[in-house]
């Protein structure tokens, strides 16, 4: 059986390494010309950590992750208003929880396929008719499943399912990240995660290894269209916010080296047609504010590769998937639109005190766990569940 799957990011990279496991002969291929080194830092945990588990990963994953000791909001005279041992949350989840940068989850990935599998950079789909895919190079690739991997912007749900806006919904935001390098800075935020404690935008600054500093940032704008120069857009939307923010600012690389988009969830009435599936963002994004895009991403390509193996056509497999787990994702998305996003961005003072003071009490004994659960949801079925 052979697999052609577009997007060589995490989604795609999990479901090639799954397939290949079951026998399957996989091609990747992805329009950007590299591997990305853009990105930030994500806590992995729930349905992907137990995905990552059954691939017999979880120690490489262990091994690609950033320890991070204290996470802490900050004012804009950077003096700290909430300080909360990071452990508190890695016990809520019973340990199962890394913090990693989203391109060192890609690579680890990447190299766990050990050249099983091809990954042509460079190169995306044109055309797709029935279970032949004709390649930005010309090729033409015959294929058992074709699935697009390829993110928000998905090229492959374009071409088999309609354009973007059809299914695209804008949650008024704005992301970028970046890393840059400075001692000063990094001995600041050196095994912690510094955040700004603001209403309306945000900035998260962590400290990785060799002096270098990963920035997050994320602000609420009406207007979803993206900026021209996205280092330009970072300067205007986040000078002021106090002194460590604007030495971050001053380290802004050119727009080569900057992550930037929209926070948008994907809204997809279906994930499959024929021989064509989408999975990870390309079907089912879930936002930045979700905070489990990866895991989902990972989880989600896991049950694609199971149902496969165990149904007896393509078609079986691709609609079994779509059926187990489009629920899954919905209540992921459902959660981020109603609750999730006023507490990851405050849009009133009010609810800004409301949340530090919740931060606050998650150090008081048996607290704990109840006030970080929402934080971490863990779904109300296991991977294992949805496998079977």
């Given at each position: ?31 950007a010309a590299g591997p990305r080194d853009q990105g930030y830092m994500i806590d992995f945990f729930g349905p992907g950590y137990e995905a990552v588990t059954a691939m017999g990963l979880q120690r490489n994953l262990r091994e690609f992750a950033h320890p991070v000791e204290r996470f802490r909001y900050i004012d804009a005279h950077g003096r700290t208003t909430v300080s909360v041992d990071y452990t508190l949350f890695a016990k ?297």
């Amino acid at each position: 059986m052979r697999a052609l799957v577009c997007g060589a990011g995490i989604a795609g990279l999990a479901l090639a390494h799954r397939l290949r496991h079951h026998g399957w002969d996989v091609h990747v291929v992805d329009h950007a010309a590299g591997p990305r080194d853009q990105g930030y830092m994500i806590d992995f945990f729930g349905p992907g950590y137990e995905a990552v588990t059954a691939m017999g990963l979880q120690r490489n994953l262990r091994e690609f992750a950033h320890p991070v000791e204290r996470f802490r909001y900050i004012d804009a005279h950077g003096r700290t208003t909430v300080s909360v041992d990071y452990t508190l949350f890695a016990k809520a989840l019973d340990g199962e929880m890394v913090s990693i940068m989203r391109p060192a989850l890609e690579r680890m990935l990447r190299e766990s396929l050990q050249d099983r599998v091809e990954i042509r950079y460079g190169t995306t789909i044109d055309r797709i008719d029935g279970d032949r895919a004709e390649l930005s190079d010309g090729a033409v690739v015959a294929a058992d499943v074709i699935v697009g991997a390829d993110g928000v912007h998905s090229r492959v749900r374009s071409l088999a399912f309609g354009a973007e806006p059809g299914f695209l919904r804008y949650l008024g935001m704005h992301t970028g990240a970046y890393v840059f390098r400075d001692p000063a800075v990094f001995e600041q935020v050196r095994g912690q995660f510094v955040l700004t404690e603001t209403c309306g935008r945000q900035v998260g600054l962590y400290g990785l290894d060799d002096d270098r500093v990963a920035v997050f940032a994320v602000h609420r704008t009406e207007d979803a269209r993206l900026p021209e120069d996205p280092r330009g857009a970072l300067r205007r939307s986040y000078t002021g916010m106090g002194p460590l923010v604007d030495l971050a600012l001053a380290h802004c690389p050119p727009p080569e080296g900057v992550y930037y988009d929209q926070v948008a969830q994907i809204d997809a009435p279906r994930w499959t047609d024929g021989r064509v599936a989408l999975i990870g963002d390309a079907a089912c994004a879930v936002s930045l504010v979700a905070g489990q895009g990866a895991s989902l991403g990972v989880a989600g390509a896991y049950l694609l590769a199971e149902r496969l193996h165990a149904a007896t056509s393509v078609q079986e497999g691709l609609a079994d998937y779509e059926r187990r787990w489009r629920p899954v994702a919905e209540a992921v998305q459902q959660s981020a639109r109603s609750r999730v996003a006023e507490w990851f961005l405050p849009t009133s003072t009010t609810k800004l005190v409301l949340r530090r003071w919740a931060f606050k009490a998650m150090r008081l004994p048996g607290l704990d766990r109840i006030l970080i659960g929402p934080l971490f949801p863990k779904g109300r079925q296991s991977m294992a569940e949805l496998v079977r």
